[in-house]
């Protein structure tokens, strides 16, 4: 395989969030993002990296003898080669996770992948980004996550789920405060007391390890 890609890291380590949270995982950060989200937590890969090839990532994800894989960013779909990337992954018998921003189209990723997609809210200063044909794209084996900032959040969030009649469409539906911002217990009651079909998550590497690069 001769494409290559601009790498930031690869690690192994325990995925904090969706519905693999838990679970030891290879994380494979792309680098390069177009975005610039006011809670972003992962800047040190808007730059630099290192240019790798497909079986060189491979050989390397392959060492850690895992079940599941993370292509994570940045926005990892800001390099073409992310689609090849996410096919071998595949083809190696991995499972695989896509973390995108959602504001470049998914289209043609491989079905066997789990797309986690981000969409915006407006505490994140990136709303306008959001790609909302790709909501349509998202099916049983997807995830959509909302990251919300404040109880303005949380109202925009709410309205995305009727608006777009994404519940028992699309597999996971997940909610997740800010961390350091949006106190978790105060976004818990919300969801309680509207009764929401969505799955409240945190960041549980942020609570193992802090802000560390490589968890």
């Not at 494979?28 to 993002?33: A, K």
């Not at 177009?34 to 060492?63: K, M, N």
Request: glycine residues 8%; hydrophobic residues 40%; charged residues 20%.
């Amino acid at each position: 395989m001769a494409e290559s890609l601009r790498i930031t890291e690869i690690f192994y380590s325990l995925q904090g969030e969706t519905r693999t949270m838990g679970l030891p995982t290879v994380f494979v950060r792309l680098t390069g993002c177009p975005l610039r989200c006011t809670w972003c937590d992962s800047e040190y890969s808007f730059h630099g990296g290192t240019v790798r090839s497909l079986d060189d990532i491979l050989a390397e994800v392959s060492s850690y003898q895992p079940r599941y894989v993370t292509v994570t960013g940045g926005e990892p779909l800001a390099q073409p080669n992310a689609w090849p990337l996410m096919r071998a992954l595949c083809d190696a018998g991995f499972e695989v996770n896509l973390e995108t921003s959602g504001a470049i189209d998914i289209a043609g990723v491989d079905p066997r992948v789990s797309t986690v997609m981000d969409l915006k809210a407006p505490g994140s200063g990136e709303d306008s980004r959001n790609r909302l044909e790709n909501l349509a794209q998202l099916t049983a084996n997807d995830q959509l996550k909302f990251v919300l900032a404040d109880r303005a959040d949380y109202e925009w969030a709410r309205m995305q789920l009727d608006l777009h009649a994404l519940n028992g469409r699309v597999g996971e539906l997940l909610f997740s405060p800010v961390h350091g911002q949006l106190n978790p217990r105060q976004l818990a009651d919300w969801i309680v007391a509207d009764n929401l079909p969505v799955r409240m998550q945190l960041q549980m590497h942020k609570y193992l390890w802090g802000e560390e690069p490589g968890h």
